[in-house]
């Protein structure tokens, strides 16, 4: 066959088969295109801050609410892929989740730390590798102040205080009072205990009948409460370290008929919103402020640390207390927790 008549035989079969063969090569461009480019998910995903959380647990509402400020603070919507763990309030979970971010290279470790004492091998390791750690809620206890790069949270002994001035100002006669302490060895316990004591110290008809560590747990206050009705303690004041062990000893002594905020002043902290609900109905008499609202204040500090600028180095929440004479429902129901 001559050269022409092979190019024309050519030219007609592919001619006759044309549109399968656009349809083969368009499909084979598409495999290759979406083999060798990144998938849109997966570019979204290395562009996001990856930061790791051990969270203490959820022994109340307060924690409770701290979590979900954290959770939406680093959404991916806000460019963060947050690992979050919860530690069961154990110190091992926490230092065992601090060790999981390291080997995972996170951007940036956030820790609630369960208790003060006991950080500094972790966070030598966690400094080691590079990773910047953020201190949140409350404070640990440490000689090396650059094993973090910062901490925001409450002002423990402050709030104790608070208490103190107020128990000064609002109620007469000698006291009696019962002291439930949340988890011992915690800043959030540590500087609210100090107040008391200071207080108690400080006023010589003040007497602490009764002491023991309920560990911020509902439950807990409520069988410590039962076990001072039991031993038929003389009190007059109950001082919760914080709003769950008070709705425990609130139940007790409704079961002995014993009327809360009355029989007995109620003091208590955090002041989440079923809590101030409590004020205002008169079964708890004070609730010192504790804000969990963390997430965005986080935030903002490894946006700063994302800028290159040096945030400061501890940041106090601003907080105040809600009695008889201050709180309204407007107030509760603005509250974001
Ligand atoms: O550290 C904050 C304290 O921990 C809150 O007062 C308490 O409710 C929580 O469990």
């Not at 592919?14 to 480019?37: E, H, K, N, Q, V």
């Not at 003389?234 to 905020?261: K, Q, R, S, T």
């Not at 800028?307 to 129901?333: H, S």
Request: charged letters at 25%.
């Amino acid at each position: 066959m001559r050269r022409n008549q092979k190019f024309n035989l050519t030219l007609k079969r592919f001619m006759d088969r044309g549109p399968f063969l656009i349809s083969y090569l368009l499909f084979l461009i598409f495999l290759i295109s979406s083999c060798s480019a990144p998938q849109k998910p997966a570019s979204v995903e290395n562009d996001l801050i990856v930061v790791g959380f051990s969270q203490v647990g959820s022994e109340s509402d307060w924690r409770n609410a701290n979590t979900v400020s954290m959770v939406e603070a680093f959404s991916v919507e806000n460019g963060y892929r947050l690992i979050f763990d919860d530690a069961q309030q154990k110190q091992e979970k926490q230092i065992t989740a601090i060790r999981n971010f390291i080997n995972q290279a996170v951007d940036y470790i956030v820790l609630a730390p369960i208790t003060m004492e006991g950080w500094d091998t972790v966070l030598t390791e966690a400094k080691a590798a590079g990773i910047p750690v953020i201190i949140v809620d409350r404070m640990i206890d440490t000689d090396d102040p650059d094993l973090f790069t910062c901490w925001v949270g409450s002002d423990t002994r402050r709030e104790g205080d608070i208490a103190v001035k107020w128990m000064e100002e609002n109620l007469t006669g000698p006291l009696n009072i019962v002291h439930l302490q949340g988890n011992i060895g915690s800043s959030a316990q540590a500087g609210r205990t100090e107040g008391l004591e200071a207080g108690v110290q400080a006023n010589p008809d003040w007497e602490l009948v009764y002491q023991a560590p309920g560990d911020f747990v509902q439950a807990k206050g409520q069988e410590l409460m039962e076990d001072i009705l039991a031993k038929e303690i003389d009190f007059n004041v109950i001082y919760a370290e914080n709003d769950n062990m008070a709705y425990g000893v609130i139940e007790a002594l409704e079961a002995h008929d014993i009327v809360p905020g009355k029989d007995a002043s109620i003091i208590s902290f955090d002041a989440a919103h079923d809590a101030l609900q409590l004020v205002l109905s008169g079964k708890i008499n004070l609730d010192v402020e504790c804000n969990p609202l963390h997430g965005p204040r986080v935030r903002s500090l490894i946006e700063q640390l994302e800028r290159g600028e040096t945030p400061e180095k501890f940041t106090y929440v601003d907080e105040v207390f809600f009695d008889a004479t201050n709180l309204t429902e407007e107030i509760i129901t603005s509250r974001g927790y």
